[in-house]
DNA sequence: TTACTTATTGTCAATGTGACGATAAGTATC
DNA sequence: GATACTTATCGTCACATTGACAATAAGTAA
């Protein structure tokens, strides 16, 4: 009974914000150094309070603004699942609503002042341990990156780590970079390019640094439209990870 | 920086549950009737308050236990997403984490009493509009089913709304009815048998009302032990709902 | 025994995928 | 300019999976 007489407990609320982005072919996630205890000094994702009155999601985007200082955040921003309120901080019950972004790379604020300072890390740095993260934000990172995998083989969200125009081949070093295995440029290609209604063609071409100039494109409006959905329209039959 | 100096408001948490289930072929979810303003006499999901301490899990568990009168609910639980903390309670600002159970049919305590009962209702009665869900209920709801839907076609998961055992039958009977669609019985039971560590032959029959007796089946222990995974380690490639 | 029902096994064509050859179209080098 | 090298794009082929559907198995009811 919802409605009970003892006063219901009260928790703290924050929104976490787990931004991944694609650098040098190698997915990175957005950290932020900790300047209080506790974890001072270790690195954690960020995020901060919900304020009253305030919708997760654009609580999880302001506090990406604050602290990258960056206005708008590019990406496609979803809510990954909520963490506690038992044992996650030392200092007392706080529930977290973690989140996902997946963009393409954008610069963060300059380092340098005394404020808590974001930066791009490499996500393989934190799998294999030589990073630590604060929290529970280990495992609030592996989530984010087997949901951005997921995410990735039926829906047309792997753009979002592109800019707005991208090639085949930008597209296919995503999937590279998230599923960290090689693909076949050929197949990819073909699954790409062959799917209808996930990319429509520029009718521009970018040249690279050797070989080939590449044909340019973008979404295709039902694949855009389709971006908040949960159901699977557009990569159908999904685009699969080689499962070996 | 979540550790600034003004204090963070603190909100009310709930865990709300929509467990669905399979009756009479058709999909349900199971709801109580408000005792209580606001929306009293409406239909809702079971919640309530998360104590402090608590594993969100462990409160969806333990409020379903308090409102069906069932000690052990059977199934599959697990975390769907959270809703609010803004304007989705007209007393004020309540962060409520939501639940979905995927049970086989299990009786809840008698109505009768003055305790807000909770009963079975089939879902496209909310669907349609027959019913009407208080607070986001409805909102929810739609998620769950999404979500229900979309776990039948990468994981194991359906064979939760059936017994310890069960026909191959039964379980294309829970897939209609999520999916809502005839599939072919033989397609589907090509399909099941042949997934190699999705079901495993008990050696036994069960005779049904008429026709010939069906083996009966269990998950594998490979299925088992891949419930809470998210990767889709069973099902591979998936068993898609027609996309029509 | 016949009719009827459901379960289970096959068959076949269409589709999608993995592996990989071949060609296109640039840049760098001789 | 010719050649080497690189990446993009198009094709081919065998194989796996699926959708549609025939055929058979094994019960119950008449």
Redesign the pocket.
């Known amino acids: 009974m919802p409605d009970s007489y003892p006063a219901p407990a009260r928790f703290p609320v924050t929104v976490d914000v787990v931004a991944l982005t694609i650098l040098g072919g190698a997915l990175h996630v957005l950290l932020i150094t900790r300047l209080l205890e506790p974890f001072r000094g270790t690195l954690a994702l960020p995020g901060g309070f919900v304020l009253a009155a305030e919708d997760l999601v654009a609580a999880a985007r302001r506090e990406l603004a604050e602290e990258t200082g960056v206005e708008q955040v590019p990406g496609h921003l979803e809510q990954l699942g909520s963490y506690g309120p038992a044992g996650r901080d030392p200092r007392g019950d706080v529930l977290t609503v973690a989140h996902l972004l997946m963009a393409p790379n954008f610069p963060v604020l300059a380092a340098g002042s005394d404020a808590e300072h974001a930066a791009w890390y490499p996500v393989g740095n934190v799998m294999d341990g030589s990073l630590e993260l604060a929290f529970d934000h280990r495992q609030i990172l592996d989530d984010a990156v087997e949901r951005a995998k997921s995410k990735l083989e039926y829906s047309p969200l792997g753009a979002a780590f592109c800019g707005e125009e991208f090639?085949?081949?930008?597209l296919?070093a995503v999937y590279e970079a998230v599923w960290g295995t090689r693909l076949?440029?050929?197949?990819f290609?073909?699954?790409a390019?062959?799917t209808p209604g996930f990319l429509e063609d520029t009718g521009q071409?970018f040249?690279?640094?050797?070989?080939?100039?590449?044909?340019l494109f973008r979404l295709a409006p039902a694949a855009r439209a389709s971006a908040g959905q949960p159901t699977r329209a557009v990569l159908n039959?999904?685009?699969?990870r080689?499962h070996g």
Chains 1, 2 share one sequence.
Do not use: F, V
Request: proline share 17%; no cysteine.
């Open positions: 090639t085949i081949a930008q296919r076949d440029p050929r197949n290609h073909r699954k390019t062959g071409m040249m690279g640094d050797a070989g080939r100039p590449a044909a039959p999904p685009l699969m080689p």
